[in-house]
């Protein structure tokens, strides 16, 4: 039977009445949890608390519960203890989180007694090359290099296994995988990939020319974005847009398919484009209210 680590987002869940229900769902099923010190202490549950750390080490699976930033918060800080993790969605959209809000009553049994899939997604690994030292980080939607605000138009260079592929003029670029499809790359034009194939997208943000389209490449390849010797301004290159790093001229950022994983639980079969049909229904009846 499996331990259950519980990671609640107290800004979508502030008086942990979902975080309520899914610890007493668990105890209806006679299982185990352990959960964040400060929401422990909230609850009167000081037994069940656990820091970060030891939440991570000691859970079987991880529960958050949030949308899709607490999602990847969670999911760059896991992925190297090769747990499976469940996302709870107490925010809008939630393309990455399993459950509604609304079901979470049921999916202790699911979690306690293995009745679940593992769905392995592709992430991406992130080498920023900037004044002689490199820095390195990992995402799971995309790496985003943009010009930041009142700078002027950004200029990147972009090379695909050190082959020039073109220069793009505008707001910044994209380089996302499948799974990040959906997310901000999706906004500025990009094609939507089902998220279990092995690919890296590379989509243009404001391009200020008139030919300008996403491209593919395969997930074996190494795209390299080169921010141009004549750009005078700072800009950003941020992970899964909960971290951010300030580029300048020269500077360069190498981006590759990841050696690990994230492995996320599917607790019924879905088809995506169901599923992504209904998000964006859902959220362009939200943008037509009045």
């Known amino acids: 039977m499996n331990v259950i680590g519980i990671i609640p987002n107290p800004d979508k869940d502030r008086d942990l009445k979902y975080t309520s229900e899914l610890i007493e769902s668990i105890k209806k099923h006679g299982g185990g949890f352990i959960i964040l010190s400060d929401a422990a202490s909230n609850m009167g549950l000081r037994n069940c608390a656990k820091d970060e750390s030891d939440l991570l080490e000691n859970s079987d699976i991880i529960v958050a519960l949030g949308g899709d930033g607490t ?36 999916i202790a049994r699911n979690l306690l007694k293995n009745e679940f899939e593992i769905e392995e997604r592709m992430m991406l690994q992130a080498e920023t090359k900037h004044q002689n030292k490199t820095d390195f980080d990992i995402a ?32 910044g670029i994209i380089v996302s995988s499948p799974t990040g499809s959906t997310a901000y790359s999706l906004s500025a034009g990009g094609p939507i990939a089902e998220p279990d194939m ?20 395969t997930g074996d390849r190494v795209v390299k974005i ?9 800009a ?29 639980i599917r607790l019924k079969e879905r088809n995506f484009f169901n599923v992504l049909r209904s998000k964006i229904d859902y959220r362009r009846e939200k943008n037509y209210e009045v």
């Open 71 to 106: 999602f990847l918060n969670l999911a760059r800080r896991v992925y190297q203890k090769d747990k499976p993790i469940l996302g709870i969605n107490l925010g809008t959209v939630g393309f990455l989180t399993e459950i509604e809000k609304s079901d979470i009553k049921g």
């Open 140 to 171: 799971l939607n995309d790496v985003v290099i943009s010009r930041i605000a009142l700078s002027r138009i950004l200029h990147v260079k972009t090379y695909i296994n050190d082959v020039f592929v073109d220069s793009f003029p505008g707001d």
């Open 198 to 217: 092995s690919l890296i997208i590379i989509t243009p943000i404001c391009p200020h020319i008139l030919y300008s389209r996403s491209f593919l490449t």
């Open 226 to 234: 080169v921010i141009d010797e004549g750009y005078n301004d700072n």
């Open 236 to 264: 950003m290159v941020t992970f899964d847009g909960q971290k951010g790093l300030e580029v300048t001229s020269g500077d360069e950022i190498r981006i590759k398919k990841a050696t690990c994983s994230v492995k996320m």
